[in-house]
């Protein structure tokens, strides 16, 4: 039976089609660098120790690029095999990503003594395992040198660390220190001293002002917060618009192949029915 213009005619647009493939091909390999990435981390690190799951960034990378792997790959093989179910599992994940995201900025600014309340505790988890975790522990220096700060609300939160605790029973020789990363180095130093925060703990707040940061990192992180409103706007912004679209465009292709169905549908019952 020759085919006829009804045959040829397809509701599903190449451009969306394709357009939504190459979109999640580009976070597909995203996803699979994070992935790399964390799984090295981890190798590299030697540890078959979990206990600081929490604060790992090694694992948080790993958790974020198979996510990432799982919702590009339903949206790939969807889009390039006009599957809806996977297109559907797509944009349904990818929803409520994306209003989980909008819910938690929102009860994160309504909240915001909550808020504060579990970032200090992250924190103080963090200083607790600062030494057991090199990722992490690179990490905490790089925001303590940043924002020129020390510990969660103040320098004397490391004595929460087991090796900087100021215990008579500390055995360490970092007792009653804190990391040099706290330190006030002076861009003339051409040799940083990674001990000057040595035994610092046990000074005045007045007095270990002259050698350290003493302000904590987490009011400091508030009031960077508070001035970078419209840069913070911008990100998150930036974030929801590749989401949005995702979701726009699977959505539509989805409408599309639905429609194609029915035109198919149709075509066969006429066929098969030369007298309707």
Same mark, same amino acid.
């Given at each position: ?5 009804? !045959? ?10 394709? $357009? ?9 390999? =995203?996803?699979?660098?994070? =992935? ?23 694992? $948080? ?71 057991? !975790? &090199?990722?992490? @522990? ?18 004397? !939160? ?26 006030? =180095? ?15 703990? @046990? ?31 911008? &990100? ?20 599309? &192949?639905? !429609? ?17």
């Amino acid at each position: 039976m020759p085919r006829t213009k009804s !045959d040829e005619f397809t509701f599903v647009s190449p451009a969306v089609k394709y $357009l939504l493939f190459f979109f999640n091909m580009i976070f597909w390999v =995203i996803a699979l660098i994070l =992935i790399s990435i964390g799984v090295y981390s981890r190798i590299v690190k030697h540890e078959t120790a979990l206990a600081c799951l929490t604060v790992d960034p090694a694992l $948080l990378l790993m958790i974020v690029g198979i996510l990432m792997f799982f919702i590009t790959f339903c949206g790939c093989v969807g889009s390039l095999r006009e599957n809806i179910c996977l297109l559907q599992t797509f944009c349904i994940v990818l929803t409520i990503i994306f209003l989980l995201q909008l819910v938690a900025g929102v009860l994160g600014f309504v909240f915001s003594d909550k808020a504060r309340g579990k970032v200090t505790e992250m924190v103080d988890s963090a200083i607790k395992n600062y030494r057991d !975790d &090199i990722d992490l @522990q690179n990490l905490i220096d790089y925001g303590q040198k940043q924002f020129n700060c020390c510990g969660g609300i103040s320098y004397l !939160d490391w004595s929460q660390n087991m090796y900087f605790n100021c215990s008579k029973e500390n055995p360490s020789r970092e007792r009653c220190s804190v990391p040099f990363s706290c330190c006030l =180095i002076s861009k003339e130093e051409a040799v940083i001293n990674t001990m000057c925060g040595h035994g610092v703990q @046990q000074l005045e707040y007045l007095a270990a002002g002259a050698f350290i940061n003493t302000n904590g990192c987490i009011d400091k992180v508030v009031n960077w917060v508070h001035s970078n409103l419209f840069l913070l706007g911008g &990100i998150a912004l930036g974030l929801a618009i590749p989401q949005s679209v995702g979701i726009l465009l699977s959505q539509i292709l989805i409408n599309q &192949i639905q !429609d194609q169905i029915k035109l198919q549908n149709y075509n066969k019952q006429h066929r098969s029915d030369p007298w309707s």
